[in-house]
């Protein structure tokens, strides 16, 4: 007889005590056969048992010897087993992901997109929201934020008097005045950087050091205090190659001299894009009463570290509170609160970044239930290969390893890929980024993203790989044989889940589906705005003239000459200047009073926003004069003053009242004794806060007679506004070389990047959702497919019965088509609830759009047809004879 | 004709086990009482040395044991030579070859 062997079925792995047991059944088999064998020769049984142990010699120490090798022997094997079976598993594994390329080039892709996105969006959100600013600890460095009458307000130079003075929770408080600087480097060129005026201790309460250098001393930021100014790491490399000795040299900033004491490393500035720092010196002006109503500035603060963020809140609030107890006009209903640095800078980021975030996380879901849904189905095929190597002795977990090691090789295969996605995805996220984000600007790959999104993805294959490996072992070998494949209760449940899985599936791509279509229509009516002015063929070109070497005979001088240059250069239509061009986000209003109107309180007067243009303006932006004149070259200084308004503020102050002979006194400069000035024509209504948002009322003035440091020009021309950059750029340049020229830009441009973020948002989401519906179509005709193969049997007989391929098809379709119905169901109750989500985001549509929301079903109706038109082809034209052969 | 038994030489318990397995698997019993009978009881082998091979060979992984039922229905650990061991034999059949060839050399007569 030939015994089992041991290489092909395995025993149970042996204890030290069994494998003690063993060995004395083994011994005493020997000595038994040997005590038989000599009675049988004719020795007694007693003497033939002393015999055998004779000849056996020593049994004590062999059984020390034995017992010693056995256990060393046993865990060798188990060693080398484990090795052999995870070899034979990979090997396996790779053999039968090879064998179905469509299901592995299926899963793959999947999982290589879930896990590319998830990453790519993950890691810019990530660097955005989650990561504190590196100032230590951040949640104590805070802003403040007042409100007046409800509305956002900024702080005074007597904020910086009131609080440090009041508040005993801070550790101090910080000026922090926005500085457009104008540095005039060594070579004569000047270049505009974003400059912050602060507190001299700006940089103790950030808690950080100077990369090179030192820092303002107390007291710099009092008058008096010599000119000193600390440039941040990227300015000192970029214009004086990162040398030491740039420290102690004086710098030209807007016509003054400024000595360059130190530099603030590259990820520690504050504010974030800040490049030049200086003291704020306020004037004794600035620093009296009179200047609390004069609001332009913030504040910066940090909590000391044993009081609570809530205690301070609450202490700057009461500080508002008494405040307005002393000032009570002007601080009406005036309140403070602190918000962190971090809360403060991400603010309005914050909604769009979770909303795409929670996109891709849908993205991912519906990736990870295909992968599901696609391991499912596959092991429903392999259930009689299941039920074969479990008869053969694997046992329950032997099959889920198995499976578990197909799942993780699609995982790591899929995330390899997805790397490379996740790359590729954050360059052209990066590139597409809209000038506002400047933080998602420094966001890069994050290791600890791509470690947690893999792992989500492998826990999934994991669970969703291994089920169908317990419901085989589960089952029973017999049953599963039996069963051979058709027909088994497992099957049923299988059904089912792969059934609710896709269900889920569509629900979530109709979700993301209406939230991008939402987004999409919200962008093409955005864009369907009429600016108000003209978009093609102007150029427009920034340039700052430094205040301090240009009095307003000197700018009128500049502006004149270059007009008159500007129009003379070839191709140029009409030429024209303004303080503030449309959509670029600056700015200024003033309060107001109408001649013969009478106002209870000085807050009750009116405002609106105030532009200088020169008389081209409305010509070359196209912006129509629709009563009265223009500004014209005589409304000059010495000329009396006239005023220009648009539509909006005739809407509004005006309404059934003629403008055109109307008084309006502009509180300029706050002179009370500012003379009342004549409106002498109304000109079209342009949007010039953003495209969404409704024009404002507002004053165009003479920019001869209220001339302003802030210039744009403005060209229209019939040749590409693009050729036309360097030759105005010269003229400039040759005008004044210490006039900086910025933001060379066409109209159509501006327009383009006033909406930058809105495009960026929405691209990304429906790119989103284009792949969650390519995902769940995938899902939806695996699931169809399927089921056709499991039903051909079924098939056949209706069509030996009779039934019309016609018929059969439309079978299957409608099967598809239900699912579809369910999932849409869903989706579009989960895309009305998430409605209100989105609706900030959201322009001329409302989240419950029905527009929307009936063309995602439709979208989704199409894509379910052909999911399941090509199955349902596949079915009807089954043969009979060999469908019920084949089984 | 030798009035003692003589002394097992080193090693050389090795060779005879894996030889006698060369005749297929068997218990250790099978083993002992195969040795014993080709060796007309020149050779003294008493049992503990010869399972102290038989499992130090498993050990090796010159042969493989697993249970199996024996002539008279008991359970027995059956050994088998594996591919290694048939590999092993071979050699050291070789090297024993030699040995003796030299030693007879010397023990000739010239």
Redesign the interface.
Same mark, same amino acid.
């Given at each position: 007889?030939?015994?089992?062997?041991?290489?092909f079925f395995r025993l149970p792995w042996r204890t030290r005590r069994q494998i003690r047991a063993?060995l004395e059944? !083994?011994?005493s088999?020997?000595l038994?056969?040997?005590v038989e064998a000599l009675v049988a020769l004719g020795l007694s049984p007693d003497a033939a048992r002393a015999q055998a142990l004779r !000849?056996?010699?020593?049994?004590d120490?062999?059984r020390r010897?034995?017992g010693a090798?056995?256990t060393?022997?046993e865990a060798?094997q188990r060693r080398s087993e484990y090795m052999s079976d995870l070899w034979q598993d990979i090997t396996y594994a790779a053999r039968k992901l090879r064998a179905t390329p469509a299901f592995t080039a299926a899963a793959i892709v999947t999982l290589a997109l879930g896990i590319g996105a998830n990453t790519a969006i993950f890691s810019v959100v990530d660097h955005v929201l989650l990561q504190a600013p590196p100032f230590p600890p951040a949640n104590r460095l805070v802003r403040l934020r007042f409100t007046q009458q409800g509305h956002g307000d900024v702080a005074t130079p007597m904020d910086i008097v009131d609080y440090p003075t009041q508040a005993k929770d801070f550790v101090g408080f910080s000026i922090i005045d926005s500085w457009t600087a104008n540095v005039v480097l060594e070579n004569g060129d000047a270049e505009q950087v974003r400059g912050v005026q602060v507190g001299a201790n700006l940089f103790d309460l950030l808690r950080i050091k100077p990369l090179h250098g030192r820092f303002f001393r107390e007291g710099e930021d009092k008058a008096g205090a010599s000119n000193v100014v600390v440039l941040s790491e990227q300015l000192w490399r970029r214009d004086f190659g990162g040398d030491e000795s740039a420290i102690g040299k004086t710098v030209r900033i807007n016509a003054r001299s400024f000595t360059i004491i130190g530099v603030v490393p590259a990820e520690q500035r504050y504010p974030f894009t800040a490049e030049a720092w200086t003291p704020r010196v306020f004037t004794a002006q600035e620093l009296s009463d009179d200047s609390r109503g004069a609001r332009w500035m913030s504040v910066l603060g940090r909590v000391k570290d044993d009081v609570s963020i809530d205690a301070a809140n609450t202490e700057v609030r009461l500080i508002s509170q008494s405040m307005e107890h002393r000032f009570p006009e002007t601080y009406r209903e005036r309140r403070a609160q602190i918000l962190s640095v971090q809360e403060f800078t991400v603010g309005d980021l914050k909604k769009p970044l979770y909303i795409i975030l929670t996109a891709v996380v849908l993205v991912l879901l519906i990736a990870c239930a295909n992968v599901a849904n696609l391991l499912l189905v596959r092991a429903s095929a392999r259930e009689t290969e299941m039920a074969i190597r479990s008869a053969l002795g694997a046992g329950r977990g032997r099959l889920v390893r198995q499976l578990m090691t197909e799942s993780v090789m699609l995982s790591v295969v899929g995330a390899a890929i997805g790397i490379g996605l996740a790359k590729l995805g954050m360059t052209v996220l990066l590139g597409h980024v809209p000038p506002g984000l400047v933080l998602v600007q420094r966001a890069s790959i994050d290791s600890r993203t791509l470690a947690a999104t893999t792992l989500v993805a492998l826990a999934a294959g994991l669970l969703f790989g291994t089920l169908p490996a317990m419901q085989v072992a589960g089952r029973g070998v017999a049953d599963a044989l039996r069963g051979g494949g058709r027909g088994a209760q497992g099957k049923a449940i299988t059904g089912r889940a792969k059934r609710a899985i896709v269900i889920g599936e569509l629900a979530l791509a109709v979700t993301l589906l209406s939230g991008a279509g939402l987004l999409l229509r919200s962008f093409n009516r955005l864009m369907a705005v009429d600016p108000g002015f003209r978009t093609e063929s102007v150029l427009s070109m920034k340039m700052a003239l430094p205040q301090s070497k240009y009095d307003s005979t000197g700018h009128r001088i500049f502006v004149r000459q270059l007009l008159e240059r500007a129009a003379a250069v070839p191709g140029v239509g009409s030429v024209a200047m303004t303080n503030f061009v449309p959509l670029d986000g600056g700015g200024y209003g003033f309060t107001f009073n109408v001649r013969g109107r009478t106002y209870a309180r000085p807050s009750d007067e009116p405002d609106a926003e105030v532009r200088q243009v020169t008389p081209a303006f409305f010509n070359t932006m196209g912006v129509p004069i629709v009563r009265g004149r223009g500004i014209q070259d005589g409304d000059a200084p010495g000329a009396p003053t006239v005023y220009l308004v648009n539509q909006t503020f005739v809407k509004r102050f005006f309404p059934t009242e003629n403008p055109i002979g109307q008084f309006i006194r502009l509180g300029w400069g706050g002179d009370p004794n500012e003379p009342y000035c004549e409106i002498v024509g109304v000109v079209g209504d342009v949007h010039g806060e953003g495209l969404g948002d409704a024009p404002l009322p507002t004053v165009y003035a003479s920019l001869a007679q209220h001339p302003f440091s802030s210039l744009t020009l403005l060209v229209r021309t019939s040749a590409s506004p693009a050729s036309l950059a360097t030759p105005l750029r010269s003229i400039v340049h040759d005008l004044d070389r210490e006039v900086p020229v910025f933001s060379v830009q066409t109209m159509a441009e501006r327009v383009a990047s006033s909406v930058g973020r809105q495009r960026f948002y929405t691209t990304l989401v429906a790119l989103f959702a284009a792949v969650a519906l390519v995902l769940a179509a995938v899902g939806l005709y695996g699931v169809i497919a399927y089921a056709v193969s499991q039903r051909t049997h079924e098939l056949g007989i209706r069509v030996a019965l009779g039934a019309t391929s016609q018929r059969i098809s439309t079978m299957v379709i409608r099967e598809g088509l239900a699912l579809t119905a369910v999932g849409a169901g869903l989706g579009i109750v989960a895309a009305l609830a998430a409605g209100s989500v989105v609706a900030s985001l959201l322009f001329g549509v409302t989240p419950r759009d029905p527009i929307t929301l009936t063309g995602v079903v439709v979208v989704l109706a199409a894509v379910a047809m052909v999911a399941s038109w090509l199955p349902a082809r596949r079915a009807a034209r089954v043969d009979p004879l060999v469908a019920m052969r084949g089984e | 004709m030798a009035t003692r038994p003589l002394d097992l030489l080193q090693g050389t318990l090795d060779v005879l086990v894996l030889r006698t397995l060369t005749w297929g698997?068997m218990?250790?019993?099978a083993v002992?009482r195969s040795i014993r009978q080709r060796t007309d009881g020149v050779i003294d082998i008493?049992?503990?040395?010869l399972?102290?091979a038989l499992?130090?060979l498993?050990?090796a992984g010159f042969i493989?044991?697993?249970?199996?039922?024996?002539e008279n229905n008991?359970?027995?650990?059956?050994y088998?030579l594996t591919a290694a061991g048939r590999r092993h034999l071979r050699a050291e059949e070789a090297v024993w070859r030699q040995y003796a060839a030299a030693v007879f050399k010397v023990l000739e007569p010239t």
């Open positions: 007889m030939r015994p089992p062997r041991r290489r063993d059944t !083994e011994l088999f020997h038994d056969m040997r !000849e056996f010699g020593d049994i120490d062999a010897y034995i090798v056995d060393d022997t060798a | 698997p218990h250790g019993y002992s008493e049992d503990a040395p399972y102290k499992h130090r498993e050990h493989a044991a697993e249970w199996g039922l024996s008991r359970k027995a650990r059956y088998e």
